[in-house]
């Protein structure tokens, strides 16, 4: 009897496996279809031998199975500790993604001018773009108590995202139980796409957090109220101000009101749901009005624009569907989230509303994105958690997450990281390393335009910055400008609007020669413009960073050059 049970099981594990492998080949063999305009596994599969993959991919999948197996006695603490592990093993992701100079400017400015400037100059000398205050907020506070280091600034993201697991796992324990939470947090590591974000200077990871904390915070002050309801309604202020994206995502809270206005019995009950939800929205609504009469011009003004510019962008800018919730998303996550809406219908399970709501407006807004879409991960875990429910045993419900958390590690770790590491922008961070060895108080930085890049040259800057400990002096081109057609509709034309802030402003010239000089250019610099090279007399070219992967139009190299007389250390 014994012996046919455990060969039922292996027979189980073994389809699984095969399930996994063909899934994978699949994806590899149809990789042309991935549009994602950042890791699309046409770009990091390009190269690759799908051999060499498979036997890793099996060897991690029975890792993961022995680890989740015997985690279940400290499910949380496991979610938490292997998350952040997980995410931590990207950190040498170089910042691929123009944006983050935005917000590291933003962040330096609190760490330069302190709390009080930021508040009163967001919006003013702080270029806000279409930006919300509250992460760059935050990362200034790291930067001004921790120095300005983009390992805290590491620590502060993966620790956020790790966060949103272990927040993911308690929304789904008190929605149904322990088990639905798990499998949620579990799954959110089976979503490759994740980890080429966790690393980054941006505002998308504390972004799923906030979300993430609203949700879970609103469902226990419903239920509790007390403390939950001043604490729901922080959660819910913090939501509001972390990205505008949230604005229409917090509409998720509504609909959890109205399910557990729904399900109570009896005019008392009901009465205390709602006495609770309007505690809540009482509370963040002060909060929330207070900033926005205080900020309503910068506020106001940043609301046209979103619906001038960048709604209309979103559809040009657009990635499909099938690249979301085939490539970037493991498909097994989205199969089970599929299946878990017929599931829910047949259980006639409410709560099943509140953790699709965001999925069903996602598709119904036709927010393809990923980097927008991400902020909705954590309840299409909860969906395809829900959906693993309904297999019994649950053996198999481990080894199907652990399938799915190797298929996505693999594929972030051995194709996405090398990846990323090759994009152009990995020039600035290696640079900046260089920048670190070399002896010199200070760094001279010129920036030059060349035909065919639609980004503005000068947006490199803070990222350099971002990776050494030197200052920075750079000299702004105010000639360097592009017609305004050209810029207008551009996903990048934030670049063009960028100000040089005060504290990049050279206080003195370098002819005491104790400066090194960075000349940043799109693609190798054949030609240097007159006035750089009568500012580089005397100096000598000391090292030229100029990887590239040859696939985007906007690949920096950054020239570095040294007096003669001071060589290289």
């Known amino acids: 009897m014994l012996g046919d049970l455990l060969s039922k099981k292996h027979t189980h594990f073994l389809l699984i496996v095969l399930c996994t492998l063909i899934t994978f080949a699949l994806q590899f063999n149809f990789r042309a279809f991935d549009d994602n305009?950042?890791?699309?596994w046409k770009w990091a599969f390009e190269d690759a031998n799908m051999a060499w993959y498979l036997p890793v991919l099996l060897v991690v999948i029975f890792i993961l199975y022995f680890l989740i197996k015997y985690s279940s006695a400290r499910r949380g603490l496991f979610l938490t500790v292997f998350s952040f592990a997980a995410s931590a093993a990207f950190w040498s992701t170089p910042e691929?993604?123009?944006?983050?100079?935005?917000?590291?400017?933003?962040?330096?400015?609190?760490?330069?001018y302190g709390m009080g400037s930021f508040v009163r100059e967001w919006g003013g000398s702080i270029n806000a773009w279409t930006d919300m205050p509250l992460a760059p907020f935050l990362y200034g506070i790291l930067f001004k108590f921790f120095g300005e280091s983009r390992t805290v600034i590491q620590i502060f993201t993966s620790f956020l995202f790790s966060m949103t697991v272990l927040l993911t796992y308690l929304t789904g324990k008190r929605l149904w139980d322990k088990e639905t939470g798990f499998f949620a947090g579990l799954l959110l590591l089976g979503i490759p796409y994740v980890f080429s974000q966790t690393p980054l200077m941006l505002v998308d990871v504390p972004t799923m957090f906030f979300l993430t904390l609203s949700v879970f915070t609103f469902i226990c002050a419903i239920e509790k109220g007390g403390a939950w309801t001043f604490a729901s309604a922080a959660a819910v202020f913090c939501a509001a101000f972390v990205k505008y994206s949230t604005w229409m995502m917090l509409s998720i809270?509504?609909?959890?009101?109205?399910?557990?206005?729904?399900?109570?019995?009896?005019?008392?009950?009901?009465?205390?749901?709602?006495?609770?939800?309007l505690s809540i929205a009482a509370i963040a609504g002060v909060l929330i009005g207070i900033v926005i009469?205080?900020?309503?011009?910068?506020?106001?003004?940043?609301?046209?624009?979103?619906?001038?510019?960048?709604?209309?962008?979103?559809?040009?800018?657009?990635?499909?569907?099938?690249?979301?919730?085939?490539?970037?998303?493991?498909?097994?996550?989205?199969?089970?989230?599929?299946y878990s809406f017929y599931h829910a219908f047949r259980k006639r399970d409410l709560k099943f509303l509140i953790i699709s709501w965001l999925i069903i407006l996602i598709v119904a807004m036709q927010i393809k994105r990923s980097r927008y879409v991400l902020i909705a991960f954590p309840m299409l875990v909860l969906m395809a958690s829900y959906g693993l429910q309904k297999i019994k045993e649950i053996e198999i419900k481990r080894f199907i997450a652990s399938c799915i958390v190797a298929s996505s590690l693999v594929v972030a770790v051995f194709a996405y990281q090398p990846f990323l590491q090759s994009m152009s922008l990995v020039n600035l961070k290696d640079a900046g390393g260089f920048l670190d060895s070399v002896k010199t108080e200070r760094v001279e930085v010129y920036t030059t335009y060349s035909t065919g890049s639609i980004v503005n040259p000068a947006v490199a800057v803070p990222i350099l910055d971002l990776f050494t400990e030197k200052n920075i002096a750079y000299h702004h081109d105010p000639d360097l400008t592009l017609p305004f057609e050209k810029i207008e509709k551009s996903p990048l034309r934030f670049t063009w609007e960028y100000k040089n802030p005060e504290y990049y402003l050279p206080d003195q010239s370098i002819k005491d020669g104790n400066s090194a000089v960075v000349v940043i250019s799109n693609r190798p610099l054949r030609d240097v413009p007159d006035d750089i090279l009568e500012k580089i007399k005397g100096y000598k070219a000391a090292r030229v960073f100029s990887t590239s992967t040859g696939i985007f139009r906007y690949s920096p190299v950054?020239?570095?050059?040294q007096r003669d007389d001071t060589g290289k250390q």
Do not use: C, N
Request: proline share 4%; net charge positive.
């Open 37 to 40: 305009r950042l890791t699309s």
């Open 96 to 112: 691929v993604i123009v944006d983050a100079s935005r917000y590291f400017t933003q962040a330096k400015h609190l760490e330069v």
């Open 253 to 277: 809270l509504p609909v959890i009101f109205i399910v557990y206005f729904l399900k109570k019995d009896g005019p008392e009950a009901r009465k205390e749901i709602l006495y609770r939800g």
């Open 293 to 338: 009469i205080y900020k309503y011009d910068v506020i106001s003004g940043q609301m046209a624009f979103l619906r001038e510019y960048q709604a209309p962008g979103l559809r040009r800018w657009g990635e499909s569907f099938f690249s979301t919730f085939l490539f970037q998303v493991h498909p097994f996550i989205t199969l089970a989230g599929l």
């Open 558 to 561: 950054v020239s570095v050059y």
